[in-house]
């Protein structure tokens, strides 16, 4: 009888393993998101960036056109790195904290094995973080 008892807490400490290593692989993968999202924005970003160089080489009327034009794209230019660069810095800062919030309720909650508050709410932030990009 003590060995049936044995087993099956063997066999659930081994279950509650998977379990939380599951779970630590499910945050993780939902954390790279955003990253992926940043380099998705940056391939945009270049993308943008060689149609306004091609934009600047077909302009040739004159002299004056010429420069506006591309007095005009510089300031596209300009403006789109910007606020590209002021948007990966706000995703970067923001990704950072959930990161860091997310891997210290795991790292809790795999010490102490309690804390499911706060993985659940570590969890439901980076879920709405990811829901919102």
């Known amino acids: 009888m003590e060995d049936l008892i044995i087993f099956w807490k063997v066999l659930l400490a081994i279950i509650s393993g998977f379990g939380a290593l599951w779970g630590a692989v499910k945050v993780i993968n939902e954390i790279r998101k955003p990253r992926l999202q940043l380099e998705k924005n940056v391939e945009e970003l270049e993308r943008e960036v060689n149609e306004l160089k091609d934009e ?3 302009t040739q009327s004159t002299q004056k056109e010429s420069n506006e034009a591309l007095l005009s794209a510089i300031n596209k230019l300009d403006k789109k790195i910007d606020d590209m660069t002021d948007k990966i ?3 970067s800062k ?3 904290i959930l990161s ?3 891997l210290l309720a795991i ?5 102490s094995g ?3 508050h706060k993985i659940q709410d570590a ?3 980076l879920v709405n973080f990811l829901m919102e990009k």
């Open 89 to 91: 810095h706000e995703e």
């Open 123 to 125: 969890n439901e932030k």
């Open 94 to 96: 923001n990704y950072s």
């Open 114 to 116: 309690n804390d499911v």
């Open 107 to 111: 790292g809790n909650h795999l010490i």
């Open 100 to 102: 860091a919030r997310s």
């Open 56 to 58: 600047v080489h077909t």
